[in-house]
């Protein structure tokens, strides 16, 4: 009889832990799919949301000139644009590859194009603004990107 009654209590033990298996299961698959669907996804870094937003002001409500100014910056820091060099256009164009975008600039001498790559949405820090290529308005390439 003792036997019989080792089992039983063995027999509720491995069903007490069974339910609290899988109640944690059901648990976290329960909050798993919460997470997933009401929980809205981070960018991914080197994205920035849909093309033209983030170049537009759609994005953070940024100035869209910030893009040029930022780009110039940059082209006059890598010492492919003289210090004097001024934007021609401070609005940005879209090219064809999405996230990348043109912007116009001049010296008394020159007009020059400059091709960037937007890598986040802080147009105003220099990382976020990729210089692709600067060429002149002759066609000659000053400055290009390896690697793309």
Known sequence: MDTDVTNRALSREWLTGLI?????????????????????PAP????????GAAATGQASGTDPTQVCRTALANAQNFGV??????????????TSVQGRYTCAA?????????TVDLVCEQLDNAQC???YSVTQDDGSVLYHRQGQ
């Open 20 to 40: 609290v298996i899988a109640g944690g299961f059901v648990i976290a698959i329960a909050v798993a799919a919460w997470l997933t669907l009401t929980h809205k």
């Open 44 to 51: 991914v870094a080197g994205q920035v949301g849909q093309p």
């Open 81 to 94: 644009l003289p210090a004097y060099g001024t934007l021609a256009d401070a609005n940005p164009k879209e």
């Open 106 to 114: 001049a010296t008394p001498s020159a007009k020059y194009a400059l």
């Open 129 to 131: 603004v990729a210089l």
